[in-house]
């Protein structure tokens, strides 16, 4: 007789990634999914209700966070092993997840790759850190209970990521309205701007018009910008050609057209360590075509680019076309990024 499945309930309010995590699970004979939920209360009510062998969790969640739905969780069902998932790179968050009694967190930038290792070693017991946390250390001896603090912090963690921040940051935000969009985007151009730092901005024309109105409002001096070349805008669909061969990305062309900019923004920028940020929407040129491949293909070229260059990378994609894609491939790209962001 076979031994019983390990029951696994999935606790994600993105639906396209809970989709992502549920197939690429399903794919195993020994998991089975005993639920998908959306809602941080639920979820404690469910793992009471269900206790399941391993509870997989986000922490950006409705009505209750997934740190707080953690803590209830383990104050009336302390059995289920707790995997947090999250795009979430902050070191406090971090540290407060795992203090929870959680056996792991994995960044939902990795989860592509990393997914089934992460759940298979929290199941036999061992505490489990994402490789884009290599700033932290794991106690593997240390207790799992609620007060477990397995997870230091080195000393020497730079103040931009005692803020959440991180080198190479890739994010993605799907949005339903402009004012969604443009409301991230001005913090995200705000913030690099500011900081006496370089921006490259690859819109439609009304998204730029849009931005710039919006970082005027908020006291940024774009004109100085732009004349200090920090501040550099570019059509999106212009852009989109320049790279674009017979309907996929030239790796060559991609990577020479940006590097170029970033080349034009580096002599500019002040401080001793510069960042640029850069925002990008020709991937929703693509998803609008219907080409999910080459936005997809898009994406895995700009994790290499944000990588490679001190930069930081937010893409958008409009919600309303969401319809044309295949749900794989929304998923693929969720994977793709360190951060998911939903409007």
Known sequence: ??????????????????????????????????????????????????????ILLDIGLPSLNGIAAARRIREHSPQPKILFVSGDL???????????????YLVKSDAGRHLLPAVRAVLEGEHYLSSSLSGFQVNHNAPQHPDFHGLSKPKQVTSSLAKGETAGRHEVVFYSNDRQLLD??????????????????????????????????????VAAAIKQSRYIAQDAADTLSSFIVNGMVDAGRFFENFENLFLKISSATQGKHPRIALFGECVDLMWKQGNAEAAIQAEKLGSQLSRKNAVDILCAYSMGVQGVMEEEAIQRICAEHSAVYRK
């Open 1 to 54: 007789m076979s031994e019983s499945p390990i029951r696994i309930l999935v606790v994600e309010d993105f639906a396209p990634f809970r989709a992502f995590v549920t197939s690429a699970l399903d794919q195993y004979p020994e998991f089975e999914i005993i639920g998908e939920l959306s809602d941080g209360l639920e979820a404690v009510s469910k793992a009471a209700e269900l206790n399941p062998d391993l």
């Open 90 to 104: 902050s070191p406090d968050i971090v540290e407060q997840a795992l203090s929870t009694g959680a056996a792991g």
């Open 184 to 221: 991230r985007l001005s913090r995200f151009i705000a913030a690099a701007l500011n900081a006496g730092d370089g921006a490259v901005v690859v819109a439609t024309g009304t998204h730029q018009q849009g931005l710039v109105q919006r970082l005027e409002a908020s006291g940024v001096d």
